[in-house]
């Protein structure tokens, strides 16, 4: 319970501080369960594709079992409680019966075997379209959550609002930030959502239509059919971006040379929760390659200074072993810098790096 006006300040403006430093949204969703003397808090985004969503720690491992699960993307709350557009806070008790929650395997089998079982939760709309989910989650064994409690989180609902509204902006403007600094080493880019529509899109991608060209409704569209199928496919199914469907070759024509267009999810500090399913898509030319500056692999990727060093290396065709001397390290430190790289650029092995950000001198790789 929020127990003084000192308090419900210093909550408020914790919220507004998750707005900007998305890494202190878990802290907050602890201090909201505080209110409800619920176990943790999570916010999810009810909307296709992969599961979206940010928990406390207390209940992270639990949250995951349930996304991974049959009731991930329908379950009884999904369908009683997130759809309504009330401007308040609900209990499961607003929408079921006891008998009725007694009766479904969703509470009995995922969220009472969990420790769970009560919930107050609200929607939101994000600046992405999509619905954002807050949900206290509350012990059965402590019982449901008072009617009283959902009235004191209202109080801090329009906050919570703001501050998702604030998070999402600042997702949308690291997204374009990202295609303009491509923009500045010659790579065609765009920022697109997971129905394939452009966030952004810089003037190098704009610059090779026909092949692939930002159509109507903003919808990013290859000429060629195979590609377009695989990009579509590519941003539908997330989850297997780093094995399948993350490359996409495009032959070329009289008026382009053959490229290739990279897929890669923008995944940095929970951003994309509140702006979308947001990935940065690449064109590379098939051509003599080489490596942008370490500054600039740092600043795309969030590199460490160590890890860009090495990535830029290795796209200039330096081996493990050349980088170990280069570098006056280890040839472990260099493997587990490189395993660091693989993972925030997105690809699975070496020949995947150069392919993804080698490219010629200036703008001309395209004409």
Same mark, same amino acid.
């Given at each position: 319970?929020?127990?003084?006006?000192?308090?419900?300040? +210093?909550?408020?403006?914790?919220?507004?501080?998750?707005?900007?430093?998305?890494?202190?949204?878990?802290?907050?969703?602890?201090?909201?369960?505080v209110i409800a003397e619920g176990e943790g808090a999570l916010i999810f985004a009810a909307a296709p594709g992969a599961p979206r969503w940010l928990a406390s720690t207390s209940i992270h491992d639990r949250i995951e079992r349930w996304t991974r699960g049959p009731f991930a993307q329908r379950n009884p709350?999904?369908?009683?409680?997130?759809?309504?557009?009330?401007?308040?806070?609900? %209990?499961?008790?607003?929408?079921?019966?006891?008998?009725? &929650?007694?009766?479904?395997?969703?509470?009995?089998?995922? &969220?009472?075997?969990?420790? &769970?079982?009560?919930?107050?939760? +609200? +929607?939101?709309?994000?600046?992405?379209?999509? +619905?954002?989910?807050? @949900?206290?989650?509350?012990?059965? =064994?402590?019982?449901?959550?008072?009617?009283?409690? =959902?009235?004191?989180?209202?109080?801090?609902?329009p906050h919570l609002a703001r501050a998702a509204v604030l998070s999402g902006r600042l997702g949308f403007e690291r997204a374009r930030t990202a295609v303009n600094t491509l923009e500045m080493i010659g790579l065609p880019a765009a920022a697109v959502r997971h129905n394939g529509k452009a966030v952004a899109a810089n003037a190098g991608f704009l610059a090779l239509a026909p092949a692939v060209h930002v159509g109507a409704q903003d919808q990013v569209q290859f000429s060629s059919q195979a590609a377009q199928t695989i990009f579509q496919d590519a941003l539908t199914k997330p989850a297997t971006l780093t094995k399948t469907g993350r490359s996409i070759p495009v032959a070329g024509s009289d008026a382009n040379a053959p490229f290739i267009a990279h897929v890669l999810p923008l995944r940095l500090s929970g951003l994309d929760l509140f702006a979308g399913a947001v990935s940065i898509?690449?064109? %590379?030319?098939? %051509?003599?390659?080489? @490596?942008?500056?370490?500054?600039?692999?740092?600043?795309?990727?969030?590199?460490?200074?160590?890890? =860009?060093?090495?990535?830029?290396?290795?796209?200039?065709?330096?081996?493990?072993? @050349?980088?170990?001397?280069?570098?006056?390290?280890?040839?472990?430190?260099?493997?587990?810098?490189?395993?660091?790289?693989?993972?925030?650029?997105?690809?699975?092995?070496?020949?995947?790096?150069?392919? &993804?950000?080698?490219?010629?001198?200036?703008?001309?790789?395209? @004409?």
């Open positions: 319970m929020l127990n003084s006006p000192v308090e419900f300040e +210093t909550l408020v403006d914790e919220i507004y501080e998750a707005s900007v430093v998305a890494d202190r949204w878990p802290r907050l969703l602890d201090r909201l369960s709350r999904s369908e009683r409680l997130v759809p309504n557009t009330e401007a308040r806070f609900l %209990t499961d008790l607003d929408r079921f019966t006891i008998e009725e &929650l007694d009766n479904e395997p969703f509470y009995e089998e995922v &969220l009472r075997k969990g420790g &769970l079982g009560w919930c107050v939760g +609200t +929607t939101i709309r994000s600046p992405a379209g999509d +619905t954002l989910v807050i @949900s206290v989650e509350k012990a059965h =064994a402590k019982g449901p959550v008072p009617r009283a409690v =959902a009235e004191q989180l209202d109080v801090l609902r898509v690449f064109l %590379t030319p098939v %051509t003599e390659q080489r @490596s942008p500056g370490p500054e600039l692999l740092q600043a795309l990727f969030d590199l460490t200074p160590a890890e =860009a060093r090495i990535a830029s290396l290795v796209i200039d065709g330096k081996s493990v072993d @050349s980088i170990s001397k280069i570098q006056s390290v280890s040839l472990n430190t260099v493997r587990t810098q490189l395993k660091s790289v693989f993972v925030k650029t997105g690809v699975d092995r070496q020949v995947d790096l150069v392919r &993804l950000l080698g490219q010629r001198p200036g703008r001309s790789s395209f @004409s």
